[in-house]
């Protein structure tokens, strides 16, 4: 299947310098400040392919022309050229990116018109689509198919990303329901409507029997489904009674959960003071070793002293000659001579040991006040030691206990998603059997034809993309993800999309085009060929987490998604991508100031000349 390649849009003016922004044909990245005109070129770009609305900003103001530029399927260029508010659009078989007065090959009507002299019957005929029908209503009414029927599939403006009107349909209400219906059923199998007149006629009126088997049919489906047989009120009265015990557990599961955080805290407090414990026993340890080497060294000091002191006496008493002391000769020395020198040496060898004998009292002292504290805290840290065992003990109690709460919490959870899928399902039969009793009341109504429905292998085959994209972007609770052909909504961890917040949606939503975008392009199926995203990641947060911004996990990851992105890729964002995207895709950021404020350059009464953008290429 042919499909389409954007390669830039501009804004051209007399006089003023063009603002422009090329696109890669693989993977764009455009992100940066808020009010910097991200969403304005998602919006103008939405507006050249036939949108009714005109993006407006004061910026805009004064530039007569916005060009489109793409390639056709078969690789020529194309530029769409329209003025902010016309009617009409320029269609130029060339690549024309600054303000033109050229004649355009092609003039066609912005809207739809009877003669088909339209951009939408244009484009949809590069594509081979311009004869496709879709069905319009439950009476089998068909139209054409229109360029809007897909282009809102694959530009995605911010406001739709987080509406709570399904993705699949454009616009609210059954008729719109019914068309997304016929155009999902085209790009997941190919295969149009029939034409059909606008009135039942009476052989409409005759296949109201089929349409009854039909249904008929689906009800048996819807049977088979049912993982018990019980009433509507019994599966209430049951899930009333599993939201109590999950209540109850819930408060239970709290309470023990509280008790084992205070376990864990007072632990870890045991295991602090154990270390400081530790550290301060090999403190002592230490000084009492060093204090015993400078008691062993007092010691030698004092046995040094007596040994001195005894061979001063003797060496003074009994040598004859020259003395051992001074050194005079005997005809130089007094009477009394040796006995005084003796006696000084005597009195400092005193002195010195007497100073010894204290200085070795004091050090044996300390040595028994460090020995005692060894010994309290050898006693404390064995005391600890009981304490922290008995806190293991206590923990390894209270995991006993959690471990089947959580078995019975986790079964009562399961059994609650089983009884709400068969209160759906029981919801979709009430509506079948209504359906089946107003054609059996009024009788003249065609039937539903065969070819409206999907097949259930086509449709688990697009519910496995679905799931596994939200996978990879490692989204938490999106269990059985899935699209429901019937509202035409998606739906995971158990609950549509409508029914999630904001940033939910946005993320369903973009998973959704995703998806759809690679199961066409794969199987070349109809599709535009390029999906453009705004704001899929801004309002997203993941439970439990407090920071104002998306954990950088689920960014990064939805990122990396698109480097193997079969078509063409463009991401309108607030957030960084991570390096290796930066590396792999075209990146415009839009960062309020500096080189590239914004896709508006600034006016010539600022600036020297046209602003380029910023822009780089792994």
């Not at 230490?286 to 007092?298: A, I, N, P, S, V």
């Not at 001063?312 to 051992?324: A, E, S």
């Not at 409206?452 to 679905?466: H, K, M, Q």
């Not at 938490?476 to 904001?502: F, I």
Request: proline share 6%; hydrophobic share 35%; glycine share 6%.
């Amino acid at each position: 299947m042919a499909n389409f390649t954007l390669t830039h849009l501009t804004y051209a003016g007399a006089g003023l310098p063009t603002a422009r922004v090329e696109f890669d044909p693989k993977f764009t990245v455009i992100y940066g400040s808020s009010n910097t005109g991200k969403t304005f070129l998602v919006d103008s770009i939405d507006y050249m392919l036939g949108g009714h609305v005109r993006p407006s900003i004061p910026r805009a103001e004064g530039y007569g022309q916005i060009l489109l530029g793409l390639l056709l399927p078969d690789g020529s260029p194309l530029t769409l050229v329209r003025k902010p508010g016309g009617k009409s659009i320029h269609v130029h078989q060339d690549d024309l990116r600054e303000l033109s007065h050229a004649t355009p090959n092609v003039i066609v009507s912005a809207r739809r018109i009877r003669s088909r002299r339209d951009i939408s019957h244009y484009l949809l005929s590069k594509l081979g689509l311009d004869d496709t029908y879709v069905r319009t209503n439950e009476g089998g009414n068909t139209e054409l198919l229109k360029l809007a029927d897909l282009t809102h599939l694959s530009v995605v403006t911010d406001t739709r990303m987080i509406d709570p009107n399904p993705p699949s349909q454009r616009t609210r209400g059954t008729a719109a329901r019914t068309t997304a219906r016929s155009v999902m059923k085209l790009m997941l199998t190919g295969e149009d409507e029939p034409p059909a007149t606008k009135l039942p006629n009476a052989a409409q009126r005759r296949v109201q029997r089929g349409k009854i088997n039909l249904i008929d049919s689906l009800a048996l489906d819807l049977h088979a489904k049912f993982s018990r047989d019980q009433t509507p009120d019994e599966l209430r009265d049951q899930l009333a009674r599993l939201e109590d015990s999950l209540n109850d557990m819930a408060r239970s599961l709290a309470g023990e959960s509280e008790q084992q955080a205070r376990a864990v805290a007072a632990r870890a407090h045991l295991a602090e003071m154990d270390a400081e414990l530790e550290a301060r026993l090999s403190e002592v340890l230490d000084l009492l070793g060093r204090f015993d080497t400078l008691r062993q060294q007092y010691e030698t000091d004092l046995a040094r002293l007596e040994m001195v002191s005894e061979a001063g006496n003797l060496l003074g008493y009994f040598k004859v000659g020259r003395c051992v002391f001074c050194g005079a000769d005997p005809e130089h020395q007094q009477a009394q001579h040796g006995h005084q020198e003796t006696t000084q040496l005597h009195e400092a060898v005193l002195v010195e040991s007497t100073k010894t004998h204290s200085l070795l009292a004091d050090l044996r002292l300390t040595i028994e006040g460090l020995e005692s504290q060894r010994v309290d805290l050898a006693e404390r840290r064995t005391a600890l030691s009981t304490q922290a065992a008995e806190a293991d003990r206590a923990l390894v109690q209270i995991e006993a206990r959690l471990a089947p709460l959580r078995d019975e919490l986790q079964e009562t959870v399961d059994e609650r998603l089983r009884v709400e899928r068969d209160l759906e399902l029981r919801a979709r039969l009430d509506e079948l059997e209504d359906h089946r009793s107003q054609l059996v009341a009024q009788g003249a109504l065609p039937s539903k034809r065969r070819e409206s429905l999907i097949a259930g292998r086509i449709l688990s085959s697009f519910d496995e993309i679905f799931q596994r994209t939200l996978d990879f972007w490692r989204i938490p609770d999106v269990e059985g993800a899935g699209y429901d052909p019937y509202s035409g909504d998606v739906s995971a961890g158990g609950t549509a999309r409508a029914g999630h917040g904001r940033g939910m949606r946005a993320l369903l939503h973009a998973a959704f085009s995703i998806a759809l975008a690679r199961y066409c392009l794969d199987r070349r199926l109809p599709h535009l060929g390029f999906l453009v995203l705004d704001s899929p990641l801004v309002t997203y947060k993941e439970p439990d987490y407090d920071a104002d911004r998306i954990p950088p996990n689920v960014i990064d990851h939805f990122y990396r998604s698109f480097l193997a992105f079969p078509g063409q890729a463009i991401v309108v964002e607030n957030a960084t991508p991570p390096p290796d995207v930066l590396e792999h895709a075209r990146i415009v950021n839009f960062s309020g100031s500096g080189a590239r404020p914004g896709f508006f350059p600034a006016r010539p009464s600022t600036t020297t000349g046209p602003e380029q953008p910023r822009t780089r290429r792994g």
